[in-house]
């Protein structure tokens, strides 16, 4: 979708936004306080909703979205507005599709203050020089034979990093901060991730207060190592997570039960079992429940093997928060994190049953695909998927019904035994955001979903229209909502 035409008179704090394309969205006056979906409207990844309160744009997340063209160097891709024109960004957490275009932001001109968290500003850290280093080592190697993406056309090194992280405002959770003298910031635990916040803001505009309350993504109740969130507070618009609506996650019995049927099978005939998993945050929850089944002898006792050279200095960061974290935390990771590449090809060609968690969640970079150019014919192998397949990745792909599946260049012949364990998700299922969102009866006037396919967000939508909340809808991509 273009954008056709975009004016602003900030002085007078009148905007005229209108954007023209397969759906004509709306034609805008900002009289009132708005905000527009940039990206997670209709879809999960992607986050980026721009907030237009007391004449300032804050920008809460600054995500990419999965399962997009691989062609494009994503530091050269656009954003439908000018990065410049942005007061200050809100990071709720540091997962890429909230974060991942962060740094193109700054690339692009923004350069106001980026409020997140503490454990959030040393992942972001991480991130940043990780993403760096490659970037520089990818421009090091023009002219040679190239693997993977697109090659990077932007330079964003070291000195970029630093760039971007000093923009940060740390920002404790539960105390309010001022941003430009009239919005105040209050961040909140949201239970999902170490450093997860939700986000409040509230402001004075057209002779009254404004509030609005952004869950982020928001943490499931019983889960491993994280606090649970607090309370949503009341608001006049509440933007929230959708991803779950409509489901139930799977108990930590049930998923035992699935992965030690998956895991005996890999086992009893000498197979590798390959678990793909974000560096962030599921690595670390599928070690704690690998150890903890073991443990209980659940599954049978194999070794384990982590490649994901960024997972294990987020590990190091993690180690920073003990507060966060209970001591069998650390005793779980106590696991063979192999070094290089030639580490990892010698334990993916060693003899006998071995688990690899290896970075890449949906299949789409990361150190898994080294693994599963060796393994992907092997019908004695298992392919273990424990996340969100978001749609175009080579996750849902493999998920399909085939014999093949192309990667890295060429089409495999796809013999591996792929099953996917649900109910490792660090995300609030229907009967946790019911709870959440039920107690804000009478105290919130509209409700946007996002972060969620269609059907996932209209099955939310449906449960809280029948619990008395009238106003609540599925933005579409681009739209924009007016406070009331
Ligand atoms: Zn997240
Ligand atoms: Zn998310």
Redesign the pocket.
């Given at each position: 979708m273009a954008i056709q035409s975009l004016a602003s008179d900030r002085v007078g704090k009148q905007c005229l936004w209108y954007y023209k394309g397969m759906n004509e969205i709306e034609a805008v006056s900002t009289h009132q306080p708005s905000v527009t979906y940039h990206g997670a409207a209709r879809m999960?990844t992607g986050?980026m909703h721009l907030v237009h309160a007391a004449g300032k744009r804050i920008l809460l997340d600054c995500g990419s979205i999965s399962g997009g063209s691989r062609d494009q160097d994503p530091f050269d891709l656009p954003f439908p507005f000018d990065p410049a024109e942005i007061d200050a960004v809100v990071l709720t957490h540091c997962?890429q599709?909230?974060c991942g275009r962060l740094a193109s932001l700054v690339m692009q001109g923004f350069d106001g203050p980026i409020y997140t968290t503490q454990p959030s500003r040393d992942i972001l850290e991480v991130l940043l020089f990780d993403t760096a280093r490659i970037r520089e080592q990818e421009l090091m190697m023009r002219g040679r034979k190239h693997h993977g993406g697109p090659r990077p056309k932007v330079r964003f090194g070291t000195a970029e990093a630093h760039h971007t992280l000093d923009l940060v405002e740390v920002t404790p959770l539960g105390k309010p901060v001022v941003i430009d003298g009239d919005i105040e910031l209050t961040l909140l635990e949201a239970g999902h991730i170490l450093g997860s916040a939700m986000v409040h803001l509230a402001w004075q505009e057209l002779g009254r207060t404004w509030r609005l309350t952004f869950t982020g993504?928001l943490g499931r109740s019983g889960f491993p190592f994280q606090h649970p969130h607090v309370a949503l507070p009341p608001a006049d618009l509440l933007l929230c997570e959708s991803t779950y609506g409509g489901e139930a996650h799977d108990t930590a019995e049930m998923m035992a039960q699935n992965m030690a049927r998956a895991i005996r099978r890999a086992a009893s005939e000498g197979g590798k079992i390959l678990i793909p998993a974000f560096s962030l945050g599921r690595t670390h929850i599928i070690l704690h429940y690998l150890r903890k089944w073991m443990n209980q002898g659940v599954i049978p006792n194999l070794p384990i093997h982590v490649d994901s050279p960024l997972g294990r200095k987020l590990h190091k960061v993690f180690l920073r928060y003990p507060g966060e974290f209970s001591e069998k935390y650390r005793d779980d990771l106590e696991v063979d994190w192999l070094e290089g590449r030639d580490d990892a090809t010698d334990v993916s060609f060693r003899e006998g049953a071995r688990i690899i968690v290896a970075s890449g969640g949906m299949l789409e970079g990361g150190r898994i695909l080294h693994h599963l150019r060796f393994h992907i014919d092997d019908p004695r192998a298992t392919l273990l998927l424990v996340s969100y397949q978001a749609p175009g990745t080579l996750g849902e792909q493999i998920l399909e019904k085939g014999d093949s599946v192309r990667f890295n260049g060429r089409r495999w012949n796809k013999w591996i035994d792929v099953v996917q364990v649900r109910g490792f998700s660090g995300h609030a299922d229907h009967k946790d955001l019911l709870a959440a969102i039920e107690p804000l009866a009478g105290n919130v006037r509209q409700i946007r979903l996002v972060?969620g396919e269609p059907d996932r967000a209209e099955a939310l939508a449906k449960a809280l229209v029948a619990r008395g909340f009238n106003d609540v809808r599925l933005p579409e991509m681009h739209e924009t909502t007016q406070l009331s």
């Open positions: 999960v986050t997962h599709d909230h993504d972060h």
